[in-house]
């Protein structure tokens, strides 16, 4: 015969066999790496100004050096380490982006170039791209109108 709980009996055998929560330690190490990556990019960008770049190719190559190490890590399956250990850390937007759109190809390298890397690399990021690609333009269109206002 099945065990019928109340909500009470429920809830205490939930709480028996849930996990604990370390809440307050993985906001601290979601902040500590994510404060790291941020500061790499920093670090990267005081060099690229300090070379005597202007603020523009400093952001550009900034923007490029971090997406190629995100990239990077996630082929060498380091940044997975990185968001076991970290979680939502290791999302910083740039490096982050990164890896979701290196990961899926990694994952579906074995069935080939075009139908498994091409086809499968914008899976998680591609919504992404083409939302910002069509903001893109209805801004640009707006942008238009009202300039010959």
Do not use: W
């Not at 300090?50 to 890590?73: H, K, N, P, W, Y």
């Amino acid at each position: 015969m099945k065990q019928v709980f109340t909500k009470e009996e429920y809830a205490e055998y939930v709480k028996s066999v849930s996990p604990n929560s370390k809440l307050f330690t993985n906001m601290i190490k979601a902040f500590v790496v994510g404060g790291l990556i941020c500061d790499i990019g920093q670090f990267i960008t005081n060099v690229l100004k300090g070379r005597g770049l202007d603020v523009e190719m400093v952001s550009s190559i900034t923007s490029i050096i971090m997406i190629f190490l995100g990239a990077l890590l996630t082929a060498l399956n380091v940044y997975n380490l990185i968001g076991k250990f970290a979680g939502a850390g290791s999302i910083v937007p740039i490096t982050g982006f990164a890896n979701s759109v290196v990961s899926p190809a990694m994952e579906f390298k074995t069935e080939g170039f075009i139908m498994g890397m091409g086809a499968k690399m914008f899976v998680i990021a591609g919504p992404v791209i083409v939302f910002g690609i069509c903001s893109a333009m209805v801004v640009g269109v707006i942008h238009y109108f009202i300039s010959f206002l």
